[in-house]
């Protein structure tokens, strides 16, 4: 399978067939020092939201030029968006959760805080630098057009709230002990057969859960209490669960 790259600037690919260390300086590091290209190689390059296959036509040491080949139609994007509001976990298990879940298609990542929440938002800002090129680089391993967003709203539970299109959901234990088995599935049917949703906000609490207080502030701000079926997922696996879900239901049904 050919590589895919996301270009920093793809203005002078579509002008000038070409990319430089000065304007993509990630890229061009990664295909000239660590992939080694040579001439009349084969990648993929996403310029905006396109992407094209293209073969390596000439190398310097400060640009690579390519004669592109074709304009690839396929499209691995979810048709309806899905944003998932996560806890900050431990770097490992946080890593971990981004890089699976943009593999899974997520659209948005949000990282945010709650009453049970263990892990503190220290150094937040240069935390997001790394978990930004998590999700960069699984966006390019598994082929997507788009490179989803991850950002920190710390007080996303209190302001929270949903436009008219779209779907929140709430991931509750309770819920799931309680033997509620339908709203998952009712939710994201819904996300796909009315055209006004376009978009799924997934809420999913840290290893202590989420307090009746937040549930309560979720709900009134329109959000559904699903559970995730009978076993207990950690943190960090709930949300893939429901990716996984939203592909399955939407995209394979």
Do not use: C
């Amino acid at each position: 399978m050919t590589s895919r790259f996301f270009l920093e600037n793809s203005q002078e690919f579509l002008s000038g067939n070409k990319i430089s260390k000065k304007n993509n300086p990630d890229v061009f590091h990664h295909l000239k020092d660590v992939l080694r290209v040579k001439d009349k190689d084969l990648v993929e390059l996403v310029a905006g939201q396109s992407a094209y296959l293209v073969r390596v036509n000439e190398i310097s040491a400060m640009e690579v030029f390519f004669n592109r080949l074709d304009k690839l139609s396929k499209d691995p994007e979810i048709p309806v968006k899905t944003t998932i509001v996560v806890p900050l976990l431990k770097s490992d298990h946080l890593d971990w959760l981004i890089q699976k879940a943009t593999e899974l298609g997520v659209f948005k990542i949000i990282l945010t805080n709650f009453s049970y929440s263990v892990v503190k938002d220290i150094k937040i800002e240069k935390k997001l630098q790394r978990y930004e090129k998590i999700v960069k680089g699984a966006a390019e391993q598994s082929h997507r057009l788009l490179v989803p967003e991850i950002i920190y709203e710390k007080k996303f539970i209190e302001q929270a709230g949903l436009s008219d299109h779209q779907i929140g959901i709430v991931a509750w234990e309770e819920s799931a002990k309680a033997g509620e088995k339908s709203n998952l599935f009712k939710m994201i049917r819904l996300a796909k057969l009315d055209s006004k949703f376009n978009e799924i906000v997934a809420v999913f609490g840290p290893e202590g859960g989420i307090s009746k207080k937040e549930i309560k502030k979720l709900e009134s701000s329109g959000f559904i209490t699903a559970g995730l079926g009978p076993r207990i997922l950690r943190a960090e696996t709930a949300p893939l669960y429901l990716l996984s879900s939203v592909s399955l239901l939407i995209e394979l049904s």
